[in-house]
Nanobody, 114 residues
Framework: QVQLVESGGGLVQAGGSLRLSCAAS????????MGWYRQAPGNQRELVAT???????TNLASVKGRFTISRDNAENTVYLQMNSLKPEDTAVYYC????????WGQGTQVTVSS
């Protein structure tokens, strides 16, 4: 059973930075692109950033230039560096394959105060 464990969230002021990590058990990294998703209260879950096994990246328009996704295939870990955070980035952040094929983890809460 593949498990996804997200960490690194927290409370920051607008303009601050956070780095999220996602550790995956199993060998999912050799299969699919990986992505970071987020879900704010009352909203649907949305895909924020995607990185293929070869390193190609796509981002949600609202985070371009602020968020950077990366992966360490040897360590089965995906990262999301988030800079210039805005209150509208407040959400629970999750990682999963793209498309999402695995069971969702607990996520990590990111709260940005104004």
């Amino acid at each position: 059973q593949v498990q996804l464990v997200e960490s690194g969230g927290g409370l920051v002021q607008a303009g601050g930075s956070l780095r999220l990590s996602c550790a995956a058990s199993g060998r999912i990294f050799s299969i699919n692109a990986m992505g970071w998703y987020r879900q704010a209260p009352g909203n649907q879950r949305e895909l924020v950033a995607t990185i293929t096994h070869g390193g190609s990246i796509t981002n949600l328009a609202s985070v371009k230039g602020r968020f950077t996704i990366s992966r360490d295939n040897a360590e089965n870990t995906v990262y999301l560096q988030m800079n210039s955070l805005k209150p509208e980035d407040t959400a629970v952040y999750y990682c999963n394959t793209v498309p999402s094929l695995m069971s969702w983890g607990q996520g990590t809460q990111v709260t940005v105060s104004s």
